[in-house]
């Protein structure tokens, strides 16, 4: 076996093993797995600063949600991806219910988080409803471990996140604001968090 082949089968192999220790879905049976909504607890007086990789996070609220998985996406060279590598689509309440989700297709794209039913027509959330029950996170680990963490989620698993939301602020003029509701929708409604605690349910 000449070194090619062997080199296809060794990348085949790896290939293999990240899938299914790191893309695999999880299959949950049908039910609602995280039923509280976000608790977040906006900052006003004092608010945080984190000086990470040479930018710094202005806290804006304390962050704490328990949610499934729906997607997880990986960046390696966007303008972002040194602060935050992982970008985490999760759903609770109707949007953790495997009844629901397995109607609905979902992708990343360019730091967003699109979501489709494949049948509106028996799709049984209106679209402000599913918005408002899920989440696109930029995910800004506190840790090497907890990076680590996030970089191997899988879809359908149940996660409790604890840290803040957080403006970023970079030396070159970089600007990238969170979000502070769960209704909104399009630029800027996606939730940039530093995630201190992460324990997958």
Known sequence: MNRVVLAIVAVSLWGAWNWWHNERAEHLPPGIVAAADPAQT????????????????????????????????????????????????VGWGPMSDTTVVDQLEFSQMGRFFYWRPRDWRTFPLSPAETAAHAAQIHAIPASAEIE??????????????????????????????????????GDGACEIMWIEELVVQ
């Open 148 to 185: 680590s963490r996030l970089r191997r989620l899988r879809p359908g698993q149940v996660v409790r996140l604890a840290g803040y939301l957080v403006d970023v602020r970079g030396n070159d003029g970089f600007v990238w604001n969170t979000s502070l509701r769960r209704d909104d929708t």
């Open 42 to 89: 906006n900052l006003v007086d004092a608010p945080p600063r984190f000086e990470v990789k040479g930018y710094t996070l202005l806290g804006r609220a304390r962050y704490d949600l328990e949610a499934r998985i729906l997607r997880k996406e990986i960046y390696r060279v966007d303008g972002g991806a040194t602060l935050a590598p992982v970008d985490l689509g």
